[in-house]
Nanobody, 123 residues
Framework: QVQLVESGGGSVQAGGSLRVSCAASGRSFSRYGLGWFRQAPGKDREFVAA????????YYAGSLKGRFTISRDNAKNTVYLQMNSLAPDDTAIYYC????????????????WGQGTQVTVSS
């Protein structure tokens, strides 16, 4: 399995932007599809975005497409989530996760998780 460590969370005002990162350890980073999920207080964890092994294909939760952008750098073993036009409803712990490359679009295939990074958006 791949080990994942998120960073870059913090506090931002509504309308602002933030980029979170997730560094992976292991030699087979490019064999994994990668995704971002989030969990707000009192709510279930929800899917945010996913990217295939090469970075050529992406998939977003419908409500977030256009504001959030997922990308990856296989040379750096890192996946990113750029978040723009943030709103208080985006406040959550953001988790990155990995899935077998062929299952990158299957939300329930993500079985390796980071510890999460807190994003807080104030109004």
């Amino acid at each position: 399995q791949v080990q994942l460590v998120e960073s870059g969370g913090g506090s931002v005002q509504a309308g602002g932007s933030l980029r979170v990162s997730c560094a992976a350890s292991g030699r087979s980073f490019s064999r994994y599809g990668l995704g971002w999920f989030r969990q707000a207080p009192g709510k279930d964890r929800e899917f945010v975005a996913a990217i295939n092994w090469s970075g050529a294909s992406t998939y977003y939760a419908g409500s977030l497409k256009g504001r959030f952008t997922i990308s990856r750098d296989n040379a750096k073993n890192t996946v990113y989530l750029q978040m723009n036009s943030l709103a208080p409803d985006d406040t959550a712990i953001y988790y990155c996760a990995a899935a077998p490359a062929s299952l990158w679009q299957k939300v329930h295939a993500y079985d390796s998780w980071g510890q999460g990074t807190q994003v807080t958006v104030s109004s």
